[in-house]
């Protein structure tokens, strides 16, 4: 078993629709999450990033994590044809120590 | 400011040949990271410097992979001798040692072995 699982998709929404990412994970030492988007044939990007359990708001963007239950999440709100990428999370136990990532959902955001 | 570099962006090798990446970190940033990403896949990290000190190395295939980062600043991952397996993309990244800045991905090496 992995410790990130995320379902990889594809996700196709119209614009303007509401999306939800998520991810689970077994390790529950986990306390640093992330979440990356990545460009075609680009490196990821930090998104989004929060330290324990709780919310996180960033513009359109919502990030939530359930330590409980282990599992995040990523609220995209009026999505936008921009936002067409793929969406990784990423955790890790401490604040300096290696990130695992999920394998990726692949977004599409139709005009 | 350029972000992180890596050259080439492109590389076709064939099997049992060496290759190798560079990598130009973001100035200041003293945590470089290398990292594999396969095709629908998340990244993996196969090696992690703090200056000049690999200080995770654990998943780095030591019998044909080597790395090194002089003077703290660049980095090089060679591959040798390359298998088909190896076709993948190799991201390098740097940052502070504190995930909550956020650490920066080059655009990578996309490596096809045929």
């Known amino acids: 078993q992995k410790e990130v699982e995320q379902d990889p998709g594809p996700l196709s929404v119209p614009e303007g629709a509401i999306v939800s990412l998520n991810c689970t994970y077994s390790?529950?030492?986990?306390?640093?999450f992330m979440w990356y988007r990545q460009y075609s044939r680009k490196g990821p990007e930090l998104l989004m990033y929060t330290y324990s359990s709780g919310n996180k708001e960033d513009g359109r963007f919502t990030a939530q994590v359930d330590k409980s239950s282990k599992y995040i999440s990523l609220f995209i709100r009026d999505s936008q044809p921009s936002d067409s990428a793929t969406y990784l999370c990423?955790?890790?136990?401490?604040?300096?120590?290696?990130?695992?990532f999920g394998t990726g959902t692949r977004l599409t955001v139709i005009p | 400011e350029a972000g992180v570099v890596q050259s080439p962006r492109y590389k076709i090798i064939e099997k049992k040949q060496p290759v190798a990446f560079w990598c130009n970190p973001i100035s200041g940033h003293n945590t470089l990271y290398w990292y594999l990403q396969n095709l629908g896949q998340g990244p993996e990290l196969l090696i992690r410097y703090e200056n000049e000190e690999a200080v995770d190395d654990s998943q780095l295939p030591k019998d044909r992979f080597s790395a090194e980062r002089l003077k703290g600043v660049d980095s090089t991952l060679k591959i040798q001798p390359a298998e088909l397996g190896d076709s993948a993309v190799y991201l390098c990244?740097?940052?502070?040692?504190?995930?909550?800045?956020?650490?920066?991905f080059g655009s990578g090496t996309r490596l096809t072995v045929v």
């Open positions: 390790n529950s030492a986990f306390q640093y």
């Open positions: 990244a740097s940052g502070t040692r504190h995930h909550g800045d956020g650490y920066t």
């Open positions: 990423a955790m890790s136990s401490t604040g300096a120590n290696n990130l695992f």
